[in-house]
Every structure is written in C-alpha cells, then in structure tokens.
T-cell receptor, first 110, second 116 residues
Framework: GQNIDQPTEMTATEGAIVQINCTYQ??????LFWYQQHAGEAPTFLSYNVLDGLEEKGRFSSFLSRSKGYSYLLLKELQMKDSASYLC???????????WGAGTKLIIKP | EAGVVQSPRYKIIEKKQPVAFWCNPI?????LYWYLQNLGQGPELLIRYENEEAVDDSQLPKDRFSAERLKGVDSTLKIQPAELGDSAVYLCASSLDGGRADNEQFFGPGTRLTVL
C-alpha cells in the first residue's frame, strides 16, 4: 500500500530551528510537496522536491532522499506565526495523484 | 489575481438534508479538485476534473455525492442525503495543468460542514 508518515505534533521555541520529517512508501515517485496550513485556513504551497538534495527558500528549506523515501522540512529563526500544521504530499506514479500525510502540528512557544 | 473562491464558508444542516458547495478556481486553471479534510488529517481526494471531464472520481461515494463542472470553470459538489459522518471541511483546489508533476495546487478556504 501507499503510506506517508509524519510526526503528529512538535513543539519548538521562538528563534530556534526545527526539522519536520516525512517518510513515504508509494507506487512510483514524481515529486514531494510541503504545504503549510494554519488552523481553519487552506493549505498553502511551501516547496517541491523531485531531485535528491536540499532546496533553500528563505527561512524554510526542504530536503529529499529518494533512495531512503525520506524528506524533511527545516524551519529556521522560528516565529510565532510559524505555528501551523505542515503537510507532506507525494506525487505518485500518475502525475495527478497526490498522496497526503496527516500533517505535523507545530507549536511555537515564546 | 483572485484565488480559489468557495462558498459557503460554513454550513450547518440536519442529517438527511441535502447540501451543496460551490467553487470557482483560479482563472485559466484547467484542473479542479474536491477534497475532504477531517480534523488532524490530510486532504482526501474526492474527485478531479480536467476541464469539464471528471477524470478521477474513484473516491467519491456516488450513492450520495455528486459533482459537476459544466463549462469547465466553476464546480458544484452536492451531498444528498447528508449523514453525520459527512461533517468535515470540504476543500476545493485548482492547478494550471494537473498532468505536470511540479504543478502546485492552490486551495480555497474550504467549507466547514456540520451535520447534526
């Protein structure tokens, strides 16, 4: 079967760094997305990785290892507004098909 | 540029009643998705449209759910009759070209449905 695993919840301190992991087992692989979702709001796109390595975008970076079926989202210089759920989604064998993880709720404390 | 528009934002109905949700995607986006999201879970695809054609409705409970996208632009999702377990957030998303692997999906704010 197809499966995506993320931690349910993480807590971090304002100004610190946090790494949110995502492991996946899918039929085929055509890229991995990270989305941010604030409570009661729509998911918004953060990053897309299809090749191995680190993609940096401001305070957020995303890493992919296809051989390990593993990705992480790295958030630096955490701000209170980063409190949200972070969803990992993998595009499987068919380009349209997105398999979603349950999301990681990130709580930022002062 | 306007984002994905959904209405209503909130809906409370009694079980066995019908309900409909409306979505207007970003202009020019050919692919439209309807998702269901329960609290603490990721979105679950209900149906995907390429223009006016429903190309994946395998997860849509067809005994009570229906959808249409008649002119390949806006779309309606209907539930009739609603059940208690249908309480969830219904998200609409669109993308420029759903067949491209790197195409991100843009989501609307969702409709929060409560069935009493």
């Amino acid at each position: 079967g197809q499966n995506i695993d993320q931690p349910t919840e993480m807590t971090a301190t304002e100004g610190a760094i946090v790494q949110i992991n995502c492991t996946y087992q899918t039929s085929g692989f055509n890229g991995l997305f990270w989305y941010q979702q604030h409570a009661g709001e729509a998911p918004t796109f953060l990053s897309y990785n299809v090749l191995d390595g680190l993609e940096e975008k401001g305070r957020f970076s995303s890493f992919l290892s296809r051989s390990k079926g593993y990705s992480y989202l790295l958030l630096k210089e955490l701000q209170m507004k980063d409190s949200a759920s972070y969803l990992c989604a993998v595009r499987g064998a068919s380009n349209y098909q997105l398999i979603w993880g349950a999301g990681t709720k990130l709580i930022i404390k002062p | 540029e306007a984002g994905v528009v959904q209405s209503p934002r909130y809906k409370i109905i009694e079980k066995k009643q019908p309900v409909a949700f409306w979505c207007n995607p970003i202009s020019g986006h050919n692919t439209l998705y309807w998702y269901l999201q329960n609290l603490g879970q990721g979105p679950e695809l209900l149906i995907r449209y390429e223009n006016e054609e429903a190309v994946d409705d395998s997860q849509l409970p067809k005994d009570r759910f229906s959808a249409e996208r008649l002119k390949g632009v806006d779309s309606t999702l209907k539930i009739q009759p609603a059940e208690l377990g249908d309480s969830a957030v219904y998200l609409c998303a669109s993308s420029l070209d759903g067949g491209r692997a790197d195409n991100e999906q843009f989501f609307g704010p969702g409709t929060r449905l409560t069935v009493l």
